[in-house]
């Protein structure tokens, strides 16, 4: 099992990854940080939440996993991806627009 430090964005945080293949939800600053992903290609995707991580794509496909906060402005572009993230206060945690934009982790057999 491979450990990637987010130094020296957040020292104290890690994603864990066995084989490239399973990633487990990462604990920041006291709280679960939850992980979007876009496989679909969608150019906007609505979020519950402000902070969060952007996986690009399912793996093989993936970009290094990045922390985002959308901050005040309510919207950010992840930069590796190019997608458009914007809070939308009526969804709560994972819930995505449209629907299943959330990372799942994918069991290594």
Same mark, same amino acid.
């Given at each position: 099992? /491979?450990?990637? /430090? =987010?130094?020296?964005? &957040?020292?104290?945080?890690?994603?864990? /990854?066995?084989?490239?293949?399973?990633?487990?939800?990462?604990?920041?600053?006291? *709280?679960? +940080?939850? *992980?979007?992903?876009?496989?679909? %290609?969608? !150019?906007? +995707? !609505?979020? %519950?939440?402000?902070?969060?991580?952007?996986?690009? &794509?399912?793996?093989?496909?993936?970009?290094?996993?990045?922390?985002?906060? =959308? %901050?005040?402005?309510?919207?950010?572009?992840?930069?590796?991806?190019?997608?458009?993230?914007? /809070?939308?206060?009526? =969804?709560?945690?994972?819930?995505?627009?449209?629907?299943?934009?959330?990372?799942? !982790? =994918?069991?290594?057999?």
């Amino acid at each position: 099992m /491979r450990r990637f /430090r =987010l130094w020296p964005f &957040a020292p104290h945080a890690t994603i864990v /990854r066995a084989d490239y293949q399973t990633t487990e939800t990462t604990a920041m600053a006291g *709280h679960i +940080i939850p *992980h979007f992903q876009n496989s679909a %290609g969608h !150019e906007v +995707i !609505e979020i %519950g939440v402000t902070e969060f991580m952007c996986v690009g &794509a399912h793996p093989p496909f993936d970009h290094p996993h990045v922390y985002l906060d =959308l %901050g005040d402005e309510g919207e950010k572009v992840c930069g590796y991806c190019s997608t458009l993230y914007r /809070r939308n206060a009526s =969804l709560h945690g994972t819930e995505t627009i449209p629907a299943g934009c959330v990372f799942e !982790e =994918l069991n290594a057999a």
